[in-house]
């Protein structure tokens, strides 16, 4: 029991050091924060609830890897991402809470409208790019 306290006052400080940029999270991790968000780029639309679903179904062992095997605590951990955890977009730098980033991807013509803003983004470091060479 005493044991149990201590490993959750542990998961808690390392969930904090995460979220405060203290630690890099570790690949599996990573990989899940990026599936995370892919989901809601190429689904437009999805809710909490479906994002949850899809994380489990594309990316099971990232999940489990990175909230544990309790079914009740890995849900509250995900439900936890989707309202503070952020994500930074390294084409736009925009950093937004999966939830965030849900209401940016809320339709394909979102989708389309972020997508040709990262294009442009690019475009226009390159022309600077070009610019600092002459």
């Known amino acids: 029991m005493e044991r149990d306290k201590e490993l959750e006052k542990l998961k808690l400080l390392m969930s904090a050091m995460h979220s405060n940029g ?3 999270p ?3 991790e990573q990989e899940l924060r990026e599936g ?3 989901l809601l780029h190429n689904e437009p639309g999805l809710d909490r609830e479906e994002w949850r679903q899809e994380l489990l179904s594309q990316y099971p062992t990232e999940v489990v890897d990175t909230f544990g095997t309790d079914p009740a605590q890995a ?3 995900m439900d936890d991402w989707w309202e503070s955890e952020t994500y930074e977009d390294e084409n736009t730098g925009l950093c937004e ?3 965030g980033w849900s209401l940016i991807f809320a339709n394909e013509k979102s989708v389309m409208v972020f997508d040709e803003l990262s294009r442009l983004k690019l475009k226009l ?3 600077g790019l ?3 060479l002459r």
Do not use: D, G, P
């Open 22 to 24: 203290m630690i890099e």
């Open 26 to 28: 570790l690949e599996w």
């Open 36 to 38: 995370a968000w892919l």
């Open 75 to 77: 849900f509250a951990a």
């Open 97 to 99: 809470t999966y939830q």
């Open 125 to 127: 470091s390159r022309l």
């Open 130 to 132: 070009l610019k600092n």
